[in-house]
């Protein structure tokens, strides 16, 4: 068996979220449970990767995206890649989509702002910029790097 398909277990059934980013595989997996702290995660962290250098990879047992999760979660791996397995076998494969907008997923890292005094939902714009992904906050309409949050 190759050092590739060790690195790649299979699963019987749930999703594989690969080509994250080096370093922000944790970041995913704080989200993840914070989604639901049942789920059961194999986690491969700073893995060869032909394309990327380093890599992170999560596999996630009996578990699927909602649209929100993903939209969630695009933003520590803009350009990663999920693999929704069934039977061992890989039944869907696509590429997380960079969220428009983020609708109260996020506390603003400014603290003045606004959203930490008042009862309203965070609203964030996503922007790409270079490699990095800036978030601008609807209500104090400062900009943040990506790495800033989660
Ligand atoms: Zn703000």
């Known amino acids: 068996?190759?050092?590739?398909?060790?690195?790649?277990?299979?699963?019987?059934?749930?999703?594989v979220?690969?080509?994250?980013?080096?370093?922000?595989?944790?970041?995913?997996?704080?989200?993840?449970?914070?989604?639901?702290?049942?789920?059961?995660?194999t986690v491969g962290?700073?893995?060869?990767?032909?394309?990327?250098?380093?890599?992170?990879?999560?596999?996630v047992d009996q578990w699927r995206f909602t649209q929100d999760e993903a939209a969630e979660l695009a933003l520590f791996a803009p350009n990663a890649t999920i693999n929704v397995i069934n039977d061992y076998k890989v039944v869907d494969k696509f590429r997380m989509s960079q969220?428009?907008?983020?609708?109260g997923l996020f506390d603003c890292?400014?603290?003045?702002?606004?959203?930490?005094?008042?009862?309203?939902?965070t609203k964030f714009y996503v922007r790409n910029s270079g490699?990095?992904?800036?978030?601008r906050c609807?209500?104090?309409?400062r900009s943040f790097s990506s790495a800033l949050f989660g």
């Open 138 to 141: 609807h209500y104090c309409e």
């Open 99 to 103: 969220p428009e907008e983020l609708n």
């Open 109 to 121: 890292p400014n603290h003045n702002c606004i959203t930490h005094n008042e009862p309203v939902d």
């Open 17 to 41: 979220i690969d080509h994250i980013p080096a370093g922000n595989g944790l970041k995913i997996i704080n989200r993840l449970q914070l989604l639901n702290s049942d789920v059961r995660l």
């Open 131 to 135: 490699a990095d992904m800036k978030l």
């Open 1 to 15: 068996m190759s050092i590739h398909k060790l690195q790649v277990e299979a699963i019987q059934q749930g999703t």
């Open 45 to 59: 962290l700073n893995l060869p990767s032909g394309e990327m250098g380093c890599k992170d990879l999560i596999k």
